[in-house]
């Protein structure tokens, strides 16, 4: 078994403090949390991380949320630190969860800032990663202020904006694209009342990618949770008001975390009140969509096939198409839905032999050669998922022309240049 590949980093503060580590969001380098460094390292051993590919950091693609904080705790492991307080930002803070989730012993207190328990769709995820693929990652960069930033913050610093769009622009793509699948993948919402260590959640008041109510949920979900609503921020809130999120991780780590080495986990410091607005969740306040209804694990071979194939077929066609589908059928159709999603997706699509993308090639022939139109649609969506770029899809459809006949082509093509447009088109 190979050894886990470990993370750039860096550190500030004094060598012997206790450890507070800090994640980036995605996108971003370390230096997203350069404002909060000189308060933060007068009384913690700051350790702040790049992403794979971001930063100049080695192009070595994570799948998986999980495999993200496998590199983080090995190299917190090559660094001797086992015990942490964590913020992290976006991904960064879907990294602290699962650390606090699966590593409870190493986490001593946490701060998730513009963080969700799940982030938007797993398709629109997907679809992010279609569109770097094709365009590169311009388009995205060229997005990135309207999405992090207030639209008056923006306008009146403009340095921070290039270099916002910059920091998106350098990052490599392969890596950047193995983020949006870990977050596409990343849904804690039936977890959340595992997390035991005490948690900040902090979000901006006009954050349109991980909004308030994503925050109140973890909140409601997490039993030693509290809110802090930042006025006049957007998604990036440590850049875009970094004295208030300073104050925030100041009073948070210092009346929450106690490590073994360090009594009162730090050097005792009279932080201020913040501005923003602390709420703690109401009792018996409703949470909304944390799937308490999981069923008991099924073991019949039956079940494990539908429940891995259920999985595949949305990673492949989407859960807008699974979810279709499913909405569609009745009782004369439902045991066909089960059939596909049992056999298909859980007993072929799974096997070894050959990967997603030469199902995918496999498939895209069959399809247009035997002239099933509406399904060569969603098939050319689920090959741009699965790595083939248009180029490729263009040379299959070419090859299937030579041996099944133009006119099977020529339609063909027409499907896959709507799907392609459709799907490839860079985000407004």
């Known amino acids: 078994m190979s050894e886990t590949k470990t993370l750039q980093y860096r550190t500030d503060g004094p060598e ?16 997203m949390w350069d404002r909060q460094i000189p308060e933060l390292s007068r009384h913690w051993r700051v350790l702040r991380f790049d992403l794979p590919g971001h930063g100049g950091a080695p192009a070595h693609p994570a799948p998986s949320v999980a495999e993200l904080a496998a590199r983080l705790l090995a190299t917190l492991d090559q660094l001797g ?18 650390l606090a989730l699966r590593h409870p012993h190493r986490v001593g207190s946490l701060a998730l800032v513009a963080a969700s328990p799940r982030f938007g769709t797993a398709d629109s995820f997907r679809q ?16 990135t202020p309207e999405r992090w930033f207030t639209p008056g913050f923006a306008a009146a610093q403009p340095a921070i904006v290039e270099w916002a769009v910059q920091m998106v622009r350098t990052t490599d793509p392969g890596c950047y694209i193995a983020a949006c699948e870990a977050l596409a993948a990343f849904d804690i919402r039936a977890e959340l009342s595992r997390i035991g260590v005490p948690t900040l959640v902090v979000v901006g008041a006009d954050d349109q990618v991980t909004p308030a109510a994503d925050a109140r949920v973890l909140v409601a979900g997490i039993a030693d949770a509290r809110l802090a609503l ?8 440590p850049v875009e008001q970094p004295m208030a999120v300073t104050d925030l991780l100041v009073r948070h780590f210092s009346s929450s975390w106690q490590s073994p080495d360090h009594p009162t986990g730090m050097t005792a410091i009279p932080a201020p009140p913040p501005k923003p607005v602390l709420s703690p969740m109401p009792p018996g306040a409703e949470v909304v969509g944390l799937g308490h209804n ?13 429940d891995q194939g259920i999985k595949v077929r949305r990673e492949v066609l989407g859960d807008a198409h699974v979810d279709r589908a499913q909405s569609l059928a009745d009782e004369f159709t439902g045991d066909f839905q089960d059939f596909i999603t049992r056999y298909a997706w859980g007993e072929v699509w799974t096997r070894p032999g050959i990967d997603r993308r030469i199902r995918s090639v496999v498939t895209l022939t069959a399809l247009a050669a035997r002239g099933h139109l509406d399904e060569l649609a969603f098939h050319t ?11 490729e899809i263009k040379e299959v459809l070419l090859h299937t022309g030579v041996y099944c006949g133009v006119p099977t082509a020529n339609s063909a093509f027409a499907v896959a240049q709507r799907i392609i ?3 490839t088109s860079p985000e407004a």
């Not at 403090?17 to 370390?30: A, E, H, I, K, R």
């Open 16 to 31: 012997d403090g206790p450890v507070l580590v800090l994640g980036p969001s995605l996108g971003t380098t370390w230096h």
């Open 81 to 98: 630190v086992e015990r942490f307080g964590y913020a992290g930002c976006s991904i960064g803070g879907a990294i602290g969860a699962e």
């Open 128 to 143: 992010r990663g279609v569109v770097v693929r094709t365009n590169g990652l311009d388009p995205i960069a060229r997005a």
């Open 230 to 237: 930042v006025p006049g921020a957007s998604h990036l809130t």
């Open 294 to 306: 999981v069923p008991e694990p099924l073991l019949d071979a039956r079940a494990d096939a539908y």
């Open 381 to 391: 969506r689920a090959a741009l998922r699965n790595g083939l770029t248009p180029t």
């Open 421 to 423: 447009r459709e799907e």
